[in-house]
Structure formats: C-alpha cells, structure tokens
C-alpha cells in the first residue's frame, strides 16, 4: 500500500511539473516616485477670466509616475501544442503616492487574452492602439523620456493616455525586420455600430541601426453619449468632441552609444454639427547618448501647431497657436531594476486662448497662468 502511495505521489509530481513547464505566469511592475517644482499653474478654476489666466503659483511636492506611470501586471501564456499559444495581459496603473488606482477600473491599462502562432498573435480585450505600439517607441515621450515629454495634451496617445476597450487586435510577426498590425474597437451599442468606435494601423521596419514607423487611429461617434464604447474616458468625450483622427510617422537611427530621431504627428479633432475642427500638428526631433552601460542623457524638441477652422462662423480670429517645448534628461541605473532620475521640461506657448489652447506640460495638474510653465523633476524607478 505504501508502495503504491509513493508511485501515486511520484506521477502526480511529474505532471505537475509537465504541466508548469507548458505554462506560466509572470507577476511584472514598475513603482515610480519623485520631488517635482513646476513653476506656473493656476490654482483653481474660478481663476480663469475672460482677460486671461491669474493667480498662477509654484508647486512642489511628492508625485508619481514622472518617467513612467506607476503600474503591477500579470502575464502568462499556456502552450497548447502545435506552435499554438494562449496569452493574457493584466495590467492596472495606480498612483504611488497615495495608492489609488489610475482610475475607476482595476486593469486600467491593459486587460487582454488572445491566441499566438506562427502566423501572429490575435488579442482581444482592452489594449493599446498602433500609436502606442509603432510610433511611440520612436518618440522621447514613448522611449526614455516620459510623461512630461509627451506632445501638448498628448493629443496623438505617444504616452499611452488611453487604451481602447472592446477591441480585436492582430500583430504580425516580424517579417526580415517588418511588422505591423491592426485594431479594431467596437462601440457595443445596439443601433449604434459607429457611436464611439475605433479602429488603428501601424506597421514598423527595422534595419541595422535604422527604425521607421507610421500609424493611424481614428475613433467616431465621441460625442454619441456611449460611455461603453471603444473610449471609456478622455478628454474628446469630456469636450463633446465628435471624431479624432490621429496619423504620424516617426525614424530614428542608432550608432554606436548615440541614437537620433524624428516623429511627426497630425491629431485632427472635429465637431461635425458645429461645423468646428482643430488640428495639432506636432514636430518633434530628439537624442540620447549613452555615457557608459548605466548612465544616459537624452534631451528632446518639440514644435506644436494648432489651427482652428469654423468656416460656418465665419471667425477667422484667433485661429492660431503654437508652444515650443524643451526637455532635457539625465539618467543612472544603480542596477538592471532600479534607476535615479533628473529632467527639466520648458513648455512656451503663443496665441493662447482662454479655456483653449493653454499652456500645460503634460502630467502637470493644471495649466500655466502665463504663456509659460516649466518644471523640474528628480526621482527614483524601480521595476519587478
């Protein structure tokens, strides 16, 4: 009897262990914290008067999620044979310094499950669209810089503002350094196929030192008043903003420990029944030069330009603005894990408008009193 005890033991062990090796689960995070100064934001909504924006103070205090938002995820996949893959992606955001979760969904960032083969990788669920996943990694805001580097607003998604819910995702795989992908978001609404949809394309190329990029995202029916559809929340929906269309295309090229790049982006927001549209047109140029294995400076330009167009109106004042904004980072991995931070972003604008068009670095809790606004951030990273 005890013989066959042992044996009974012993079988169940080996299969539990063939088991595990075709399956696995990886619990990931990041937790990132620092000392910020910004320079000008207003200090309350009942500030803002029809001559302009007053009562702008410094901040300076503890914040999180400076170069990265803080984040904990599971990942797993479970081989079913044949080159066949399950995979899943759980992934919540939260706010280091008081705990709380990015917002009112527990995986806020990314909640997925799919089937991968040879052939690609089908996910469906809430996820990134292709700006996020092609063009964003040529971008500073997307790579090594981070939050407050992100374009105005970060109207065109390179910080991964949003994800998309309801979606179907393929990714190919890489073809002799190509790749691209696609995306639909459904809007979940009975009668309502186009009330807050999206769909996304993006493709990469990679080759030697040389990486390009481009992507499109478009979502419609914003202002539909479907809050289950494709975006959950943002700032379209908050403005009632009727269709976003955002296209972009990026390259870069490393040599040795230095790597240059340059991304353009167009984000075009239009309000169909007032007949208003404006659109962001963003340049931007960056570098970084790695000192030694653990220590890098990267430093980034970006030229923002908005026009507005009411042609029912006929009001062609004020129909312009633009902001310059620099940035400049240094960073050092005290190990593979864990890094120290310092960076500095100026944001100028001109031409600003009351309620639009303000000036505001991204990540900061409210806009510039004047048409400038600047801050200083050093930190510290840590990932698990």
């Known amino acids: 009897m005890k013989k066959k005890t042992l044996i009974f033991a012993a079988a169940c062990a080996a299969f539990a262990g063939a088991a595990h090796a075709q399956s696995s689960v990886t619990l990931y995070g990041l937790v990132d914290a620092g000392l910020t100064y910004v320079s000008n934001e207003v200090a309350s909504t009942s500030d803002m008067t029809p001559s302009g924006l007053s009562n702008g103070k410094a901040m300076f205090g503890l914040t999180g999620g400076n170069v990265q938002q803080s984040r904990w995820g599971l990942r797993g996949v479970e081989d079913l044979g044949s080159g066949l893959k399950v995979v899943f992606n759980l992934e919540s955001g939260f706010d280091v310094t008081n705990g709380k979760t990015a917002d009112n969904s527990l995986f806020n960032r990314q909640a997925v499950v799919g089937l991968a083969s040879d052939y ?7 996820q990134y669209d292709s700006m996020v996943d092609y063009l964003a990694p040529i971008s500073a805001t997307g790579s090594w810089g981070g939050t407050y580097f992100a374009h105005v607003d970060d109207a065109d998604n390179l910080n991964g503002t949003f994800s998309v819910n309801n979606s179907i995702k393929y990714q190919s795989p890489n073809y002799a350094g190509f790749s691209m992908n696609g995306m639909y978001g459904f809007s979940n609404k009975a009668g309502g196929f186009a009330s807050n949809r999206a769909y996304s394309v993006g493709a990469g190329y990679t080759y030697g030192g040389l990486q390009v990029a481009a992507a499109y995202l478009q979502l419609q029916g914003l202002n539909s008043g479907n809050t289950n559809g494709a975006l959950q929340n943002g700032a379209a929906l908050d403005l009632g903003i009727q269709n976003q269309r955002v296209w972009g295309l990026g390259a870069n090229y490393t040599f040795g420990p230095a790597v240059i790049g340059t991304v353009f982006t167009q984000t075009r927001f239009q309000d169909k029944v ?22 890098f400076v990267g430093a980034a330009y970006t ?8 042609p029912a109106s006929g009001d062609t004042n004020n129909r312009a603005a633009h902001w310059n904004q620099f940035g400049l980072m240094a960073d050092y991995s005290l190990s593979k894990r864990t890094d120290l931070y310092a960076e500095s972003v100026a944001q100028i604008g001109a031409n600003n408008q009351v309620g639009t068009n303000m000036t505001q670095i991204n990540g900061t809790d409210a806009p510039s009193a004047s048409k400038s606004q600047y801050l200083v951030s050093a930190g510290i990273r840590h990932r698990f």
Do not use: C, H, K, W
């Open 120 to 126: 690609g990788t089908v996910t469906m669920g809430r």
């Open 303 to 310: 030229y923002t330009q908005s026009l507005r167009n009411t």
């Open 274 to 295: 007032a007949d208003i549209s404006v659109r962001y047109n963003n340049y931007e140029v960056n570098a970084r030069y790695n000192f030694t294995p653990a220590f």
